[in-house]
Nanobody
Framework: QVQLVESGGGLVQAGGSLRLSCAAS????????MGWFRQAPGKEREFVAA????????SYVDALKGRFTISRDKSKNTMYLQMSSLKPEDTAVYYC???????????????????WGQGTQVTVSS
């Protein structure tokens, strides 16, 4: 059974930092792109960032460029999202996702991801 488990969320003051982790089990995702999405209260889930199967290509939603950094460690089968200069509007449940398509490109579309974690809450206080 494939599982993606997020961790690292919590309560942080505005301007602070958090690093989210996404640990995969049941499948390595060694050759698949992965991504992060988030869903704020009362809003639809949205794309945050994605990373290629090689780890060498990344993409971000424009509004978060420069504050968020996505990375992955294949040896640990884990993906990360480093978030800095956090703002109250970053408050959301953050989800990691993995594509099922081997050697496929990164994607901002939720429908391109076959595996999802349960999410981790990030709350940024003002």
């Amino acid at each position: 059974q494939v599982q993606l488990v997020e961790s690292g969320g919590g309560l942080v003051q505005a301007g602070g930092s958090l690093r989210l982790s996404c640990a995969a089990s049941g499948r390595t995702f060694r050759n698949e792109a992965m991504g992060w999405f988030r869903q704020a209260p009362g809003k639809e889930r949205e794309f945050v960032a994605a990373i290629s199967w090689t780890g060498q290509m990344t993409s971000y939603v424009d509004a978060l460029k420069g504050r968020f950094t996505i990375s992955r460690d294949k040896s640990k089968n884990t993906m990360y999202l480093q978030m800095s200069s956090l703002k109250p509007e970053d408050t959301a449940v953050y989800y990691c996702a993995g594509r099922g398509l081997r050697f496929g490109p990164t994607s901002e579309r939720q429908s391109d991801y076959d595996y999802w974690g349960q999410g981790t809450q990030v709350t940024v206080s003002s």
